[in-house]
């Protein structure tokens, strides 16, 4: 009995000693007004319960502290002053930061899944490839903070201030950003797909090549903001202020509300924001008034232009490769070395058109109007031209290899305005001129061969052809009454003995190896 006694003691005190070592090792954390809280304590939101000691027991939680790795998910760490600390690769999913100090503080690759951090201070804190989803960020102080790369989707971002923060590549997917200021941030490739930016500050912020489609950005400010290349399709742009904002190549589509104001020569039409440098491709622009809009350099690619109104405005440089503008309205357009390759336009107005040094290759013109058209030095191979009116137009130096002017009319016509072929060298060989009109066109120098079929060609009597050149193995078929020495016209036939000579030097040229 004595024995047992004594066994029973010596394992209570063992059993105390480690209840006391254990109570030793709990660690504790320095708050912003410099008391310690010991021990550190198992958040409990909403007040659901008492609070047990947290079972982390590293370094104590204090400014500059290094407590990389750390395990400190679910930790309640409220107004805790951790600025300078390095965190860097922490766990604290679930964690209470509320209040807490962060300043200047290294958290690469921390995970803040689901934490509370509102009210915190961030600013100059490294996040970069952070997992932050789903966080609270509600008014907290993330100036100058550095977050590339990081996972802020379904973040709650509320009234937060950001500016100076760098964004580039970070994940933004469905964050809450109402209220957030972010004037001058970095948001380069960043995916803000879905977030609320409504009555948000992203004042001369770099936005380069952001996703900002389906984002609410009613009443937001993005003045003075660079978004070359960013998505804004389905946007809700519910007066959204973008004053001076850089919209080179933006994509769009689908934007709802009325802009507050946008930049200098951009319009919203159709739900696309319209304007130089604009990326439209495949854009669903039927029927649309463009009337004077300005589209220099925009990409409008596969568009649908059918019955658009297109008066006045300015396509310098843009790019309608495979665009269908079948009876729009183009009457004095500007569209000055614009690239219409395969494009449809039959029946278009282009009257009064300036196309100089425009790229038509196998562009479809079927019975459209180019009436006083600027075609000077336009590449129209394999043009379809047929039934085309080109009264009063200029094709001086245009390239029309294998166009199809069959029927075409009124080349040009008119006494004051004539089409103009004047050395077009060889830009004309195997054009399909059936039945095209050349009253009062010049044709001075122009290179024709067997391909051009001059035999129902009309008005050739009023066109000039003087040192035209028709190259053809026999006597080309004239139309009907044209005797074409009288109008200057050289005919290139092979003579019989030269042809004879050729044959003969090549059937020698084996026999003197020969020898």
């Known amino acids: 009995m004595y024995r047992a006694n004594i066994l029973g003691s010596f394992l209570l005190s063992c059993l105390a000693l480690l209840t006391l070592g254990t109570s030793a090792e709990a660690s504790k954390y320095k708050k912003k007004d410099g008391t310690w809280v010991d021990p550190i304590k198992t958040f409990v939101p909403l007040d659901e319960g008492d609070e047990d000691p947290h079972s982390y027991s590293g370094p104590n939680l204090e400014p500059s502290a290094n407590l990389m790795e750390a395990e400190l998910n679910g930790a309640d760490l409220h107004q805790a002053d951790l600025h300078t600390a390095n965190l860097t690769g922490a766990y604290l999913n679930r964690a209470n930061l509320t209040e807490a100090n962060l300043n200047g503080a290294r958290l690469l690759g921390v995970s803040l899944e ?103 950005l009613s009443d937001g400010s993005l003045s003075n903001s660079n978004l070359t290349d960013a998505n804004l399709n389905s946007a809700n742009l519910t007066g959204a202020n973008l004053t001076g904002a850089t919209l080179d190549n933006v994509s769009s589509g689908g934007i709802t509300g009325t802009p507050f104001h946008l930049p200098t020569d951009w319009q919203l039409t159709g739900g696309y924001l319209i304007g130089a440098k604009a990326n439209l491709y495949q854009a669903e622009l039927r029927g649309a008034n463009l009337t004077g809009v300005n589209l220099t350099f925009a990409d409008l690619t596969f568009a649908d232009l059918t019955f658009a109104i297109l008066t006045g405005a300015n396509l310098t440089g843009a790019n309608l490769t495979n665009a269908t503008a079948d009876v729009a309205n183009m009457h004095g357009a500007n569209m000055h070395g614009t690239i219409l390759k395969f494009a449809q336009l039959a029946n278009a107005d282009l009257s009064a058109a300036t196309l100089n040094h425009a790229d038509l290759t196998l562009t479809n013109f079927m019975h459209a109007n180019l009436d006083g058209a600027n075609l000077t030095s336009v590449n129209m191979l394999g043009t379809i031209l047929t039934g085309a009116t080109l009264t009063g137009s200029t094709l001086t130096g245009a390239n029309l290899r294998y166009a199809k002017l069959h029927g075409a009319l009124g080349l040009p016509g008119g006494s004051s305005s004539q089409l103009t072929l004047t050395d077009t060298e060889e830009m004309i060989l195997g054009a399909d001129i059936t039945g095209a009109d050349f009253s009062g066109a010049d044709l001075t120098g122009a290179d024709f061969n ?56 090549l059937a020698l040229l084996p026999r003197r190896r020969r020898r």
């Open 450 to 505: 067997h391909e051009n079929d001059l035999l129902d060609v009309i008005g050739w009597a009023s066109a000039t052809w003087t040192g035209a050149w028709f190259h053809y193995q026999g006597e080309p078929d004239w139309p009907t009454g044209m005797i074409h020495t009288d109008h200057g016209i050289t005919v290139h036939t092979p003579e019989p003995a030269t042809i004879l000579l050729a044959l003969l030097g």
């Open 114 to 216: 689901s934490a509370y951090l509102n009210h915190a201070n961030l600013s100059h804190a490294n996040l970069a490839d952070a997992n932050l989803h789903s966080v609270y960020l509600r008014w907290a102080n993330l100036t100058s903070a550095k977050l590339t790369d990081a996972n802020l989707s379904h973040a709650r971002l509320n009234s937060a201030s950001m500016s100076n923060a760098n964004l580039n590549d970070a994940n933004l997917t469905e964050a809450k950003l109402t209220g957030a200021t972010l004037n001058n941030a970095h948001l380069w490739g960043a995916n803000l797909t879905g977030a609320d930016l409504a009555l948000t500050n992203i004042i001369d912020a770099y936005l380069f090549g952001a996703n900002l489609t389906h984002v609410d």
